[in-house]
């Protein structure tokens, strides 16, 4: 029977203010972010279904081959989204027999489709069948109704479903013999295909990495999983208010914009959760109560972390100002998961860590910091000492920091030196999946057999009487193989409100790179002759999205370092440390660029690069890159005003030298996941985002940020510099 004394010790205990109420808090934030994880549970597989990853959905209206598109209207009002089978060794298998496939695949039912309908009742008309001028190929034609493509069957798009019957059902009718689906619904079914994958696979590489990297950095079999968990219940969250902006149609959401969306919110919320965790053991060593610890440890990261992640949303906020919403569909759902990321990071983390109570120090099992009160030694040498290599490269930076500075602003010079061989021309569609698809396969038989320009040619809407002067002046561009006015079988020229349409047939097919050059080609020769022509079409759209992209540059990469260097003075209290960051960003990023060059170029002999990969990579790697520096110079900023400028950054460099790292390395490999999605532009921002992270983390923030700052002095924390010593 427990003492009366004991009672009474107990009793006391519970009487202390806040003393009851703190694992009631811990629990009930648990509580509500179980519950956030719930609804986000349910709408995790949902995306998909609100999703677009066609091209023409994303330009702005004032595009020039969007007017084209509308004024198309009036003589197609039905628009299609084609799909082209295209046979080979015709004289193997027969030209009947290829009639009898596409007659087959016009009665086949939709699979799944509860109105009972056949394939040939969502085309536009029945399928058409033609044979190449060689006798080798056929060619067949499903023209799928627009508004049908895009309907929902379950979580698959009918589109997906009619595709999936037009191969199994030429299998079945044809054998061994090769056929391919190509074209528009070719391309989107083998496109939606590769993002399936994110769902599962690039969640499970994620977390498998990031797991492995945890459980190397804190040798705890119970740490790692807590971490992890906070970033997934984060992603929940995210999850259910990106899918109803998307579901509302606030944004337009497709599968590049969810894959980014996924790798932010783990790469962040385990940056956040390092940073909190190292600061907490850290704690641990001086206060007795967990509760002291986590609350003293709270409130000096709070400052950083939020600095941090409003850098991000800032920037990715500034991609609204886009005119592709695909890009700026990006910023708020970016914005979205990094506000999860803190807000889990800040509320969920502690609770975990805290589940334990008085106990709590058993998360860290088997390295639970041990409670070292007064008797631990601050002077900077035991700091050096306690931070092991970092200390020693604290050291090192101290004792020649010019040196050090100019050396690493050197290297990532010479690598920046190579940014202008990046090919930024942009790439056709045939060259988006680095793995074998049925669509490319398709387009390679297209393009031998057929005027691979016919399917989808440039279609140029123009007054009846400037069309002669404008299909003469289209027909001598490089590339085009005919240029003529759209007629009807007996009337002649069909001609709507006064205008006709010019149809321009060109070599190559209009998903390749090659046909968005000619297009800018035929607009430069036909707008003199004819300057109210439209150019559209398939290749057209291309062209503009890359053109938008271009320009949207001009205006996004200014604008996210204004925003990024406001919040740097705003944390700093200080505008010469800013500057410092800003510019040893670009410089880093520069560098990156240069690099990815290097390696695309001549390792991997990529094609090209759509130009909003890099354009996205600064977003990340600038917003990103900076919040290393933050966690630095927001310590550096609190031991300075203690230690002085030089002891300060030293501290600084020491003891935040290991999570920084820790953090760098984890976002470095979550975006570097990316990677396994086949498709080019996802490969490629996993490289540059990847690299530059880890540029930032071992050379930026170690090297050339410090050495810069130690270098100039207490001058670097100007106008408020006199308070700090030298």
């Known amino acids: 029977m427990p003492s009366l004394a004991f009672l009474r010790t107990r009793h006391n205990v519970w009487m202390q203010p806040r003393a009851w109420w703190r694992p009631v808090g811990v629990v009930l934030v648990i509580l509500v972010w179980l519950s956030i994880a719930g609804a986000g549970g349910s709408t995790f597989g949902k995306l998909s279904a609100v ?28 628009s299609t989204v084609p799909g082209l089978f295209v046979v080979e060794g015709l004289p193997g298998v027969g030209l009947a027999t290829v009639e009898s496939f596409a007659d087959a695949v016009a009665t086949a039912p939709i699979e799944g489709d509860p109105a009972g309908r056949a394939v040939g009742d969502v085309l536009e008309g029945p399928p058409v069948v033609i044979p190449s001028e060689d006798q080798q190929a056929a060619l067949v034609i499903f023209p799928v109704e627009a508004g049908a493509a895009s309907e929902r069957l379950g979580e698959e798009s009918l589109a997906a479903v009619v595709a999936h019957t037009i191969t199994q059902e030429w299998e079945t009718t044809a054998g061994d013999t090769e056929g391919n689906l190509t074209g528009p619904l070719g391309f989107i079914t083998d496109l939606v295909a590769a993002f399936a994958g994110i769902d599962g696979l690039l969640l499970l590489v994620a977390l498998t990495v990031v797991l492995v990297i945890l459980l190397i950095v804190y040798r705890s079999p119970v740490l790692p999983f807590l ?42 919320t385990t940056d956040y959760s390092l940073l909190l965790v190292a600061r907490y053991r850290e704690e641990l060593r001086g206060i007795e109560s967990p509760y002291s610890a986590m609350k003293r440890a709270w409130r000096r990261s709070l400052e950083p972390i939020t600095a941090s992640a409003a850098t991000v949303i800032a920037a990715l906020l500034v991609l609204l100002v886009s005119d592709l919403r695909s890009l700026q569909a990006i910023g708020p759902a970016g914005a979205v998961g990094i506000a999860a990321s803190v807000a889990a990071a800040l509320t969920l983390l502690p609770a975990l860590l805290l589940i334990g109570g008085n106990r709590a120090r058993g998360v860290f099992w088997p390295r639970r910091p041990l409670f070292e009160g007064a008797e631990r030694d601050d002077r900077l040498e035991a700091v050096e000492q306690r ?4 200390g020693r490269v604290s050291r ?12 690493a602003a050197g290297l990532l010079l010479v690598l920046a030196a190579f940014a202008p061989t990046l090919k930024i021309g942009g790439v056709g569609e045939r060259d988006y999946f680095l793995g074998d698809v049925s669509s490319v396969r398709g387009l390679d038989a297209l393009e031998r057999h057929f005027p691979a320009g016919a399917t989808s040619p440039i279609r140029i809407v123009v ?22 006015v759209l007629a009807s079988a007996t009337d002649g020229p069909v001609v709507i409100d006064g205008q006709v349409v010019v149809e321009a047939v060109t070599t190559a097919a209009a998903s390749s790179a090659e046909a968005v050059d000619v297009v800018a080609e035929v607009r430069d020769a036909v707008h003199p002759v004819a300057p109210n022509a439209l150019v559209g079409g398939q290749a057209a759209e291309a062209l503009d999205t890359r053109l938008t992209t271009l320009s949207d540059a001009r205006v996004i990469i200014p604008l996210v370092l204004v925003v990024i260097l406001i919040v740097l003075i705003v944390l700093l209290r200080a505008v010469v440390a800013p500057l410092i960051i800003v510019v040893a960003n670009i410089v880093s990023f520069g560098s990156a660029l240069g690099l990815s060059a290097l390696v695309f170029n001549h390792a991997f002999a ?28 927001s310590r550096a900023r609190e031991e300075t005003l203690a230690h002085g400028n030089r002891a300060g950054v030293r501290r600084a460099l020491a003891t935040t030298g290991g999570v920084i790292t820790s953090a760098g390395i984890v976002l470095a490999a979550t975006f570097a996941a990316l990677a396994v999605i086949p498709l080019l532009f996802l490969a490629q921002i996993a490289f540059m985002v990847a690299v530059g992270v880890l540029i930032d983390t071992f050379i930026v923030r170690s090297l050339l940020v410090p050495g810069t700052v130690m270098d100039v002095g207490r001058a670097s924390w100007w106008p408020w510099h006199k308070r700090i010593e030298q």
Do not use: C, H, K
């Open 227 to 268: 971490v992890l968990a906070t970033a997934m219940i984060a992603l929940s969250g995210a999850i259910v208010a990106v899918y109803a902006m998307a579901e509302s149609e606030v944004i337009t959401l497709n599968g590049q914009t969810q894959g980014i969306m996924f790798i932010l919110v783990v790469g962040a």
């Open 387 to 390: 931070a092991g290599v970092w």
């Open 51 to 78: 999703q677009s990853n066609a091209a023409a959905d994303f330009l702005p209206q004032s595009a020039e081959s969007t007017r084209a598109a509308l004024a198309y209207a009036q003589f197609a009002p039905e």
């Open 606 to 633: 990529f094609p090209g690069t759509d130009p909003t990969t890099p354009l996205l990579a600064f977003v990340f790697l600038v917003a990103l890159g900076v919040d290393y520096s933050i966690f630095l110079m």
């Open 463 to 484: 007054p009846q009487d400037e069309a002669d002067a404008a299909a003469a002046a289209a027909a001598e561009v490089p590339g085009v193989e005919s240029a003529e």
């Open 396 to 407: 090192r930076v101290a004792s020649r920091p010019r040196t050090v500075w100019l050396a």
